[in-house]
Nanobody, 119 residues
């Protein structure tokens, strides 16, 4: 299984970025997808999640109304559109694929992509 994030970079406050997470060697539409982030010295936190069919999404309060998670099951790819970026959004962003099974779950992570918000 491979999850590859892309789209990170340096952006000014108020700017936008779109992250992508391309999945391979898994049945993508069986998996809920999430985006997490981890800033230096802080714990990893989940910022957005989307169900396997794309029918439901969930956001951390800190990004609500600024970030949008989506997915294209035909392309095996999840996205995170980030608008109105703030310096406190600076972090390494990771995508996660999770499939819940009876009594256990399958959990996969990407390698992360750096997002830096700075003037």
């Amino acid at each position: 299984v491979q999850l590859v994030e892309s789209g990170g970079g340096l952006v000014q406050p108020g700017g936008s970025l779109r992250l992508s997470c391309a999945a391979s060697r898994l049945t993508f539409n069986y998996y809920d997808m999430s985006w997490y982030r981890q800033a230096p010295g802080k714990e990893r936190e989940r910022v957005a999640a989307i169900t396997s069919d794309g029918g439901s999404t969930n956001y951390a309060d800190s990004v609500k109304d600024r970030f949008t998670i989506s997915r294209d099951n035909a392309k095996n790819t999840a996205y995170l559109q980030m608008n109105s970026l703030k310096p406190e959004d600076t972090a390494v962003y990771y995508c996660n694929a999770k499939r819940r099974l009876t009594g256990t779950s399958l959990d996969f992570w990407g390698q992360g992509t750096q997002v830096t918000v700075s003037s």
